[in-house]
């Protein structure tokens, strides 16, 4: 009845040239595989907020839930916490994840929910048509920063790490294959896993030009080594001109937050009538 | 004796709670229906905090600002109540802290070294409360049997020290008169906020997620110790707009949520609520009310959430919000809301205070009406899956993520069936016609459930409109007084015609509330009502029985 | 000719905005007054977004759903559109693009080869609007001095590759017929969201503080764009809880503060209004409404927050709602509201909908009411300063931190006079009245401003009523049928008496509002008042006058 | 008329032992000093949020914002960039600050406002009567809690590092000399100061003996080092049995946020409307 074709018949808007497309092509194709090793097409749920990367949800044709700016998070511990058979997957804006709802990704890693977030990181606001966000350089001129910000951005994955995540990545929008792996790798790590996607905005910000010049892929890194995933994670710090990290930057096993509760068990409504009754006696 | 009352007075920290808790259940033990008002300040230790334990032969929710005995742990309890005293009342205190002066002419009067004897026992000095408990039962010609057997069931640490001291309290004081038996019925004795809990565990809650806020909180901790037994989901997360957005998800996944706050927190939730709205996702609010705006006095009481619970959020939608007005009525209605949520799929409202919340009555399981067990609407697998299918009552059936074939698409946009988003005028139209249209069907279920309550006298040309927690209060007044009472319980969607015929035929409509504008005339106003007279309290307490009765004497 | 209505239409990031505003400005060098109604999706670039420019020789706010003539870039501009078509209507359109096919008879059609043109000329692709609108002055007969003029003062980029464009439009166009000059007036066009800058910034305005959110983003970038010229501090913080809390820091401090959101926004900020309340800190709200609940349709038009704005927030005090209804009142009320609420410190909220805030104006700034600066109270250093110092009228006298001999304490919870917690019930009744006796004081300075407004026919027996961004066309077509226009512009506090007044002879009413289930008319019903029909319309589009007669000619 | 005196008549209702008053008797101490050094009085605005922590305004008789829970940040951020005269002094619980509000301190830190931070840290809700906080030990057994929580505590101290803090610094309510110093220069200065103080609570998690075992004063400790400032930082987790450093961890010089915003000039009504008509002009 339900086709393995990932695609809805909802229009596409995003502009021609937008970094987006790569993310969905890259999603796309790792679901497939997933299916293909048997992953029940149904225990997929994506997640996304509001935004143009908040779109994508209207795209792929599996269990959506397009929720409101800045509050994935919450809506995905609650997802995976009833019903742990779901692959979590969500995908927020930066000013989704990094601004209006930054304290939950915060507690989110702290938790190390197992869940995937895949971060549109344009470092604008795309929808509200070009704001600074919480990753835009030092003196980056938005609509409501005419004469260019006073503020330093925040490093994410900086602060993912000191949060307690446990699976730390960054992508660019042009390197394709490099997402794919990313995102699988994040999907298929158990506990909370963030993938930082350098998703080119051509319309609000285009960094084509300079991250074609400034990115490099990690190679021969020690993802165990929390002292040089920081060293590596500081290299650059989403202002300063300096050679910008690719791959993933930290990895760690530990228990997660939704191993803790009980299972749901359906109870008949007599014996619930009993057990209620029942407690009933210790309040005389 | 048909009716006692007591009031028990400390510093807060001295334990005033759990000790009122136990004289409620040693009254309780001779066949006393019982209600506690609860008076704290937002401190820990210091600070002065009362009960007043109510005990009747008959069903009472409310309290007296007179009593027939105090105890008092400290000065501030003589001084700040001596005026509750009747001519025949008693009053036991604790003669090494308190100076019995300055008071009415009382007969009986009985001083206890609790110091003192705390300090010869060895005890801790919380376990004076006990020691002035063991005076109280001797006074009151209560069996210390009938002590031991409460202490052992609710005192679980230090069980014999305590006893001990009672034993000592009880020795140092003389009978005054004899409380007897009056009955053998015993029931439970909880506050609102543990009935709400067992309303929604009765009506299938599978996870209940908040952040601690007076008068809510205790729902929190109760359902957490309650969690391994009942297969709960209790989660505390980092603030409000967390917990409502959590337990969307929860929704989504197909598990029962609810979640439970105060004006502030749930002024965080706002936003999700509007989204539970708009993507039709089943969510229960506790919303207890307490002393606004803002902060205020975050440990008293009022009524002034109605129309922000009424119109939260932007955009228009079907949304639930009932007013229960005791903690039978919390039980039955927290189970009902629960049930109809999934069945509508909207958010619903529990809209309390903490007069409720915190309030202890006296609970009897088996009066409480029946509670149909209404079912969601599922999906029947024969056309492909549409989360928003667009029905004749507005419901679309249901399936969640991991069911086979369906994929289920939740969208906070306008979308279609399927929940893609959509921006054309036709399908905005239909869509919020759908779910405005829950409305009828909601209305029409909820015509079987007595939406508007009506109690007393039902031919007296003279009624009291109320609602919530002055539910007990009006009726006992109007008992007293000869006149109908009326209480819609459920508020949004609105029982009009259910209404219309319980205020037909009255001369004069008085209306009370606890709060400064008249929040419920002015729902009634735009349904076409209107009221006499109204009797407003907001000063952060709930009506006392005598002092409402005066109040409308005056009026009459 | 009177009236002349132009659509514009073509794929979002066409820049069809800027377009329709210079075309807007063409006609304005006629004389004409202008306004443009706007309609684009949540889309940067792709799907279909078109303006209609009406001009007319009388002041408008509101378009008309046909036009005299459709200018199309893109293919679905003319298959959406055609029915808006007039036998006498004419079409330009890019034959490179668009197939002029499936027409009703249309006389007058003209094909430019936008691309070709483009491409001959080495332009860039946004250019073809340059194009067309060059083409349209030559089918109108409009001089092309006057579009070089306009083309000046509103492109600043690549300014000779437009005009030239424009001149290749104009040369390959043959004159249809001649848009004369009317008159010499020639006011500046801007949106609802400038005029409210303007406003403003009239009233004091020192700091104005947002999150970036449809339909009020425009507030933020404007005055962003002006914070040198006017030493404005122009802040866009983290989210809404900060923008709101940040505020009140300003506030408290003695700056003039405001705040823009819509209505997700608002949901996150009402804690902070309720604040507000109980501290007495005057901060001006603006809030966009747009298609909800929810996210809904985000730029499209709505009018279902009047209740969420009445009672958002926890307890009860007093609040100034004012619902403006065009660029000229958006200024003045803007204006005064930020004078009010510091003269009352309060809360006051301007309650606004996309229509107006990116509807497009002609603003005649002489045309509107003086503004009496009315000043705050301040602390006369007599006494010893106490923040809440309970007056007759409840307002206290202000000071600000760094002012010499005073202690300033705002305090969330219930405080005394000097801001110091309370929790006694005298004060707490106190303070309440407190902040509630404002609202009768405010209401009665408000008096002096018409806060409801009458227009036309003030002897007709039929009244329409309505709100906000409705006065437009309710008043054109009022007009046109002869009604009265009754139009509340201030909401809360409601000026009752005002509005009797307004109505009274009235045999019938009519309501006109953008929602589902009639705002205003539960909003007059709690006054005692009724409508006798209802027009309403939640497809997110406003009424177009044309629309708007039809349905009140159906009623009658 | 005002008396130097720094005391209200509000009755305090602090629990006895609570580490609130060493609080209280370290900042009241220290405004003392700085008024006497020449600060005026008038310009201190101290701001609370919601706890027990937060009655430290009642307390104190100089201009002070009684606000709501965990949002001191935003507030302290108006008021300091609107008069930037103000000592702009805030007290907030840990509930408070790295609980419901977190975000704010994050991006106050990332702007390096002018504002200074005492966190008064009992790692309990103390108000509310006992729940875990972001800070609370794993394993914590709280009201929200009864079978302990399921989570690790947040480093707030290494947050703030990596969110761009320029003065962070632990102090500890038994130890009420350091209290005073770090307070002193937190005040002193110019950024964004936070200083972490292990506030006990008497009533909901008494750890005096605790932190008496484990405490121990920085000495020869290099601020100005980031990695050495890290390393220190994370010496203790909030959660394992380990050292607890005291003292100033990290400092730096950076310019502020506050720095960037145009003087309001008292304007008189017809200039202003001149300057409004002047502008409508580019309108045509
Ligand atoms: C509470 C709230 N505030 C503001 C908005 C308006 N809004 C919609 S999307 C957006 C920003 C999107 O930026 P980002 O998350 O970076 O996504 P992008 O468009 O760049 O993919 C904003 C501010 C909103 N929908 N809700
Ligand atoms: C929005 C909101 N949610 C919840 C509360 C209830 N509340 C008051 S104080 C408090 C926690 C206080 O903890 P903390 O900040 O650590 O302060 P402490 O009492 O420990 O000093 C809470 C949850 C509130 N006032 N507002
Ligand atoms: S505005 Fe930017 S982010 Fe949005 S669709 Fe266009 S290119 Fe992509
Ligand atoms: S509860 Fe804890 S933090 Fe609050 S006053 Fe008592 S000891 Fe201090
Ligand atoms: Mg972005
Ligand atoms: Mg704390």
């Known amino acids: ?284 | 004796m048909k009716e006692f009352s007591l009031l028990l007075g400390g510093m807060a920290g001295d334990g005033i709670d759990k000790a009122s808790l136990i004289l409620a259940r040693i009254l309780n033990r001779l066949g006393y229906c019982i209600y506690i008002y609860r008076e704290y300040p937002s401190i820990i230790r210091g600070g002065h905090t009362y009960s007043i334990i109510r005990a009747s032969q008959n069903k009472i929710t409310t309290h007296t600002n007179k009593v027939d005995c105090i105890l008092a742990l400290n000065q501030d309890c003589l001084s700040l109540h001596k005026d509750r005293l009747k001519n025949d009342s008693f009053i036991i205190y604790d003669s090494d802290a308190v100076k019995p002066e300055g008071l009415p002419l009382i007969k009986q009067l009985q001083g206890i070294p609790l110091d003192k004897i705390i300090k010869e026992e060895k005890a801790l000095a919380v376990t004076r409360n006990s020691c002035i408990i063991g005076s109280f039962c001797k006074a009151s010609g209560i069996k210390m049997e009938i002590l031991e057997d409460v202490f052992k069931r609710n005192i679980s640490r230090e069980l014999d020290m305590n006893l001990k001291v009672a034993l000592k309290g009880n020795e140092n004081t003389k009978e005054l008169f004899k409380l007897e038996k009056i009955s053998e019925r015993c029931f439970p004795i909880f506050t609102g906020n543990e009935a709400i809990s067992f309303g929604l565990i009765k009506g299938g809650l599978n996870s209940y997620i908040a952040y601690p806020m007076t008068p809510t909180s205790n729902i929190l901790h109760f359902l957490a110790s309650l969690a391994e037994k009942f297969s709960l989901k209790v989660i505390h997360p980092e603030n409000e707009i967390s917990v409502m957005l959590m337990a969307e998800g929860f929704a989504y996944a197909g598990e029962r949520v609810a979640v439970g706050t105060a004006g502030g927190g749930f002024c965080l939730m706002t936003e999700g609520l509007t989204f539970a709205g708009m993507a039709e996702l089943p969510v229960v609010i506790i919303l207890g009310q307490r002393t606004g705006p803002s902060t205020g006095l975050p440990t008293y009481t009022g009524q002034t959430e109605l129309h922000f619970a009424l119109n939260a959020g932007q955009g228009e939608f079907t949304r639930l919000v009932i007013a229960p007005g005791d903690a039978e009525e919390a039980y039955f209605w927290s189970a009902l809301c629960l049930n109809l949520v999934w069945k509508y799929q909207l958010p619903g409202i529990i809209l309390v205070d903490k007069t409720l919340c915190e309030g202890t009555y006296s609970f009897n399981i088996d009066a409480i009406e029946n509670i149909k067990k209404c079912e969601p609407v599922l999906w029947d697998r024969k056309e492909q899956y549409k989360r928003y299918l667009n029905t004749e009552t507005g419901i679309s059936p249901l399936a969640f993520p991991s069911d086979k074939d369906a994929i289920i698409k939740i969208n906070s946009y306008e979308h279609d069936e399927a929940g893609i988003t959509i921006e054309d005028s036709v399908t905005t139209k239909d869509m919020c016609d759908k779910r405005l249209r829950k409305e009828k069907y909601l209305l029409e279920e909820l015509i079987e459930y007595k939406p508007v309550r009506v109690y007393e006298n039902a031919n007296s040309t003279v009624g009291i409109i109320c609602w919530g927690s002055n539910k007990g209060v009006c009726i006992e007044a109007g008992q007293n007084l000869g006149f109908k009472i009326i209480q819609p319980v459920v508020l949004s969607p609105f029982p009009k015609e259910e209404f219309k015929s319980a205020i037909s035929g009255l001369k004069k409509i008085i209306c009370v509330e606890n709060n400064a504008t008249g929040q419920l005339i002015k729902l009634i106003k735009y349904y076409g009502f209107d009221v006499d007279e109204k009797i407003l309290k907001y000063d952060g307490r709930p009506f006392s029985l005598d002092e409402l009765e005066n109040e409308l004497r005056k009026i009459l």
């Open chain 1, 1 to 284: 009845m339900i086709q393995k074709d990932l695609t809805t018949y909802a229009k596409n808007t995003w502009c021609p040239g937008c970094g987006n497309f790569a993310i969905l092509t890259a999603i796309k194709a790792v679901m497939k595989s997933l299916i293909d090793e048997g992953l029940p097409f149904e225990n997929i749920a994506i997640i996304s907020g509001i935004g143009c990367h908040a779109k994508i949800v209207d795209y792929i044709n599996v269990n959506s839930f397009y929720s409101i700016h800045g509050r994935v998070v919450p809506v995905a511990q609650g997802v995976k916490i009833a019903n742990r058979n779901l692959k979590v997957i969500c995908f927020e804006g930066d000013g989704d994840a990094y601004g209006e709802g930054l304290e939950h990704l915060i507690f989110a890693a702290k938790r190390n929910i197992d869940i995937t977030m895949i971060i549109h990181n344009n470092r604008v606001y795309g929808l509200t048509t070009g704001q600074y966000t919480p990753t835009s350089p030092l003196g980056f001129k938005g609509k409501s920063t005419p004469f260019g910000t006073k503020e330093l951005p925040i490093n994410p994955l900086e602060l993912m790490l000191s949060s307690g995540a446990t699976f730390i990545a960054r992508g660019y929008s042009s390197h394709l294959e490099l997402l794919k792996k990313l995102f699988k790798e994040a999907i298929m790590h158990k506990g909370f896993a963030l993938v930082d996607v350098l998703q080119v905005c051509v319309t609000f910000f285009n960094m084509y030009e300079y991250y074609n010049k400034t990115v490099y892929e990690l190679k021969e890194h020690d993802t165990n080594d929390y002292n040089r995933a920081l060293d590596k994670i500081r290299e650059w710090d989403y202002s300063a001109n300096s050679p910008i990290g690719l791959g993933i930057f930290y990895k760690k096993n530990a228990s997660s937050f939704d191993d803790n509760f009980p299972k749901t068990i359906p109870q008949k409504e007599d014996e619930k009538d009993i057990k209620i009754k029942n407690i009933l006696k210790d309040f005389v």
